[in-house]
Structures are given as structure tokens and as C-alpha cells.
């Protein structure tokens, strides 16, 4: 019995670390930009596009996210949108960079400020296509379940948002639920 025990245990734990192993490969396969300039980066962003997200079930138009810089280095992240009924509807998080000088994969809490120190209720956020203007950026996790794409201003040309969506296909995401954005 003590045998098939440690053979049981052992199988589980194989397969346990086979799966985390896989997980965390497909992960890395998706490939960010080379580099970012965050004092480029900060600023004003127009929500183009997105996947459904539990967190913006409540959006309905006009969707932002506004980055400043705190003076611990983090990045202040303040989401804003307005619901069916034009309330505005805000969520104020924290970001901070997981690769630098790279700055191109950020974790993102919206934790109350006394529970970001936590290490859990923090999200990918990989910025995976911005132009050289930084005037369009396609942010993404890296299990592919989340995508938004942004722009410096309400409205991106066809031609544009055609380039960024079929480059997030070409690294694996599913569009057929793609919300667009309402712009009021």
C-alpha cells in the first residue's frame, strides 16, 4: 500500500509539473515588443476593440485608460468608461513592469491600495504591437483569453485596425468575440 501510494504521488506530481510546463510554454510563445518607452507610453488611450473581460461587463461606450507615473516608479492605471445609462463607471489600479529595460510585460492589480502588496489579483498585461509613433498599441495576456486594442485617439482607420487584428490572429487569439468599442 505504502508503494502504490508513493507511485500514485509520484505520477501526480509528474503530471502536475507536465501540465504547469505546458501552460507556461504556450505562454511564452507569444512574443511582446522589442521595447518600450513608458514615458512615451504614458498618457491618454482609446479603447478600440476588446474581448470580453468580467471587469468591463458594465462599459458600454467611450472606454479609456489613462497611465501617469508614481513616484515609486509604478505606473497609476485609471480606467474609465460609461454604462448603458451614461454613468461613468472608473476602476483605479497599479501596474508595474515584469522586464525591464524591455517594459513591455506589466502586472496589473485594481486591488484596493492597502492589498496590492498581495501577490495574488494581478493581471498580464503585454504590450504586443505598438507602432513608432506610439499612436496604436494591441495589448494582450499571454493565454490569449484577453485583448485590447488602443488607440491615441476615439476613432483608427479600417486599414489600421484590420493590420492590428490580423496580427493578433496571426499569434493565436480568438476574434469571434471581439466587442468594438461604442465612441460617443
Known amino acids: 500500500m505504502n508503494n502504490k501510494f508513493k507511485i500514485l504521488t509520484l505520477v501526480g506530481g509528474i503530471s502536475l509539473l507536465s501540465v504547469a510546463a505546458f501552460a507556461y510554454a504556450g505562454n511564452e510563445k507569444i512574443q511582446t515588443v522589442k521595447n518600450v518607452d513608458l514615458k512615451r507610453y504614458l498618457g491618454t488611450w482609446h479603447e478600440i476593440a476588446r474581448k470580453p473581460m468580467y471587469f468591463q461587463k458594465k462599459c458600454d461606450y467611450n472606454v479609456t485608460a489613462d497611465y501617469s507615473l508614481n513616484e515609486n516608479g509604478s505606473i497609476n492605471v485609471d480606467n474609465r468608461c460609461y454604462d448603458k445609462n451614461g454613468k461613468l463607471q472608473q476602476s483605479i489600479g497599479e501596474a508595474s513592469v515584469q ?8 502586472k496589473v492589480s485594481f486591488l484596493p491600495k492597502v492589498l496590492r ?3 495574488v489579483g494581478r493581471g498580464d498585461y503585454w504590450i504586443l504591437k505598438l507602432d513608432e509613433n506610439y499612436q496604436v498599441a494591441l495589448i494582450g495576456t499571454p493565454n490569449k483569453k484577453y485583448l485590447w486594442l488602443l488607440s491615441r485617439s476615439q476613432q483608427l482607420d479600417p486599414v489600421t485596425t484590420e493590420e ?21
Open 164 to 184: 492590428y487584428l490580423n496580427y493578433a490572429k496571426s499569434l493565436g487569439y480568438d476574434l469571434s468575440d471581439l466587442i468594438e468599442t461604442k465612441q460617443k
Open 117 to 119: 502588496w498581495l501577490p
Open 99 to 106: 522586464n525591464a529595460p524591455t517594459n513591455s510585460k506589466l
